[in-house]
């Protein structure tokens, strides 16, 4: 199992995610429409080549979602119960066409469940890093995962 358990975890853990990934045009331009997201920046380079980014701009959604999934196979694979919310949700620079981007984890707390003996809370700060040492995107994610011991 790639995911770690909810006794697993201690707060400070911290990861590097290995898998790297490569923004293309066609994950913007597909993760944009099938998402009916109708943003010039993200479909029309004209548009965007006139814009202050003077070049398409990633979606950011697209961006949110590469950020946890590039996470997932180290943190809840095979162990998450539910996502139970996300916080601090922050995107301090934007994300091209042909950047490449890479994840960081951190746990920040650890909960027990009150409502579930089986499982347990555990509070990830995820990073999202282009190829520059850019943190492009930020945010505090709680999971509820299965305990090992139950």
Not at 9 to 19: A, F, I, M, T
Not at 72 to 101: S, W
Request: aromatic fraction near 6%; include cysteine.
């Amino acid at each position: 199992m790639a995911g770690r358990w909810f006794d697993e975890w201690k707060v400070g853990d911290s990861l590097r995610h290995e898998v790297r990934r490569t923004v293309t045009e066609t994950d913007n331009l597909l993760f944009s429409t099938m998402t009916h997201n109708p943003q010039p920046l993200h479909i029309d380079l004209e548009a965007a080549k006139a814009s202050e980014f003077g070049q398409i701009l990633v979606n950011g959604t697209f961006t949110f979602a590469l950020m946890v999934g590039l996470s997932v196979g180290d943190t809840t694979l095979g162990t998450l119960v539910a996502n139970l919310g996300y916080d601090k949700l922050v995107m301090p620079k934007p994300v091209f066409i042909g950047d490449t981007m890479r994840a960081e984890t951190e746990v920040v707390e650890l909960r027990e469940s009150r409502s579930r003996p089986d499982a347990g809370i555990v509070t990830f700060r995820h990073r999202l890093i282009n190829q520059r040492d850019e943190t492009v995107c930020e945010c505090l994610r709680s999971a509820l995962l299965k305990r090992k011991t139950a």
